[in-house]
């Protein structure tokens, strides 16, 4: 057999052996751009989940405008409310956060207390928890994470004894589960300013702080925004 064909018996050869693998490259890219653009790697927005307190069946329409959905569908997300009462809590699931709040020196933030933390944010049982638990006897002075103004402060369902405080440009920080308020709606605080004190009220399973971050009536996670550690900064009662 000359060179020449065996040349020619090998090229046949080695191309009946890598066109498959082409095939299978070109099967791989494929399904990696039909791949859908919600995995763990992808740029795009976040979903979140927004609590939003109302205080009348009349609000419905307004937040279904918001979030672009509808009152009914409000409604069937809530399945544990049969009846709109003021403080009542309603999560809708939808809405992007487009903006960020700054942890920077300008927007500093300290812990409302000093404890463990005993629930994080996020999915616990079946249920989204909104906030941050921190773990506390009762009697502990809650202070605000950052100047502002009290916006709710009183007695709501869940939350028992609770402070609001709006910090302007859609920043609000909640504080919930308290035995005693010591500031009223209307009131300008400090950051580090105590507004409330520890307890056990509303429905909890013992005593201990509920911290929430809302942006735009939207809660994010606020481990985002407090100082980095592992336990909440020691303040002085």
Same mark, same amino acid.
């Given at each position: 057999?000359?060179?020449?064909?065996?040349?020619?018996?090998?090229?046949?050869?080695?191309?009946?052996? =890598?066109?498959? $693998?082409?095939?299978?490259?070109?099967?791989?890219?494929?399904?990696?751009?039909?791949?859908?653009?919600?995995?763990?790697?992808?740029?795009?927005?976040?979903?979140?989940?927004?609590?939003?307190?109302?205080?009348?069946?009349?609000?419905?329409?307004?937040?279904?405008?918001?979030?672009?959905?509808?009152?009914?569908?409000?409604?069937?997300?809530?399945?544990?409310?049969?009846?709109?009462?003021?403080?009542?809590?309603?999560?809708?699931?939808?809405?992007?956060?487009?903006?960020?709040?700054?942890?920077?020196?300008?927007?500093?933030? $300290?812990?409302?207390?000093? &404890?463990?933390?005993?629930?994080?944010? &996020?999915?616990?049982? &079946?249920?989204?928890?909104?906030? =941050?638990?921190?773990?506390?006897?009762?009697?502990?002075?809650?202070?605000?994470?950052?100047?502002?103004?009290?916006?709710?402060?009183?007695?709501?369902?869940?939350?028992?004894?609770?402070?609001?405080?709006?910090?302007?440009?859609?920043?609000?920080?909640?504080?919930?589960?308290?035995?005693?308020?010591?500031?009223?709606?209307?009131?300008?605080?400090?950051?580090?300013?105590?507004?409330?004190?520890? &307890?056990?009220?509303?429905?909890?399973?013992?005593?201990?702080?509920?911290?929430?971050?809302? =942006?735009?009536?939207?809660?994010?996670?606020?481990?985002?925004?407090?100082?980095?550690?592992?336990?909440?900064?020691?303040?002085?009662?």
């Amino acid at each position: 057999m000359n060179t020449e064909r065996r040349r020619r018996i090998w090229e046949r050869g080695a191309a009946f052996i =890598l066109m498959p $693998v082409f095939a299978l490259i070109a099967l791989g890219l494929m399904l990696s751009l039909a791949k859908p653009g919600y995995s763990q790697t992808s740029a795009g927005p976040d979903v979140s989940f927004s609590i939003v307190t109302v205080d009348s069946p009349r609000e419905l329409p307004l937040l279904a405008e918001r979030y672009h959905t509808t009152a009914e569908q409000i409604l069937r997300e809530n399945p544990r409310v049969k009846m709109i009462r003021p403080g009542t809590n309603l999560t809708i699931k939808e809405n992007y956060l487009e903006q960020e709040v700054s942890r920077g020196s300008t927007s500093s933030w $300290v812990w409302p207390l000093s &404890g463990p933390v005993s629930s994080a944010y &996020g999915q616990r049982e &079946g249920d989204f928890h909104h906030g =941050l638990d921190i773990a506390v006897p009762p009697g502990i002075t809650v202070r605000a994470a950052r100047p502002g103004r009290v916006s709710k402060a009183g007695r709501f369902p869940i939350y028992g004894l609770t402070v609001l405080v709006d910090h302007g440009n859609g920043v609000q920080t909640l504080y919930a589960h308290n035995s005693k308020l010591k500031v009223k709606v209307g009131d300008s605080v400090e950051k580090g300013e105590g507004i409330a004190v520890s &307890g056990n009220t509303g429905k909890t399973t013992g005593p201990h702080l509920h911290f929430e971050v809302r =942006l735009s009536g939207q809660t994010i996670d606020p481990l985002k925004v407090l100082p980095k550690q592992l336990l909440a900064s020691a303040v002085s009662n």
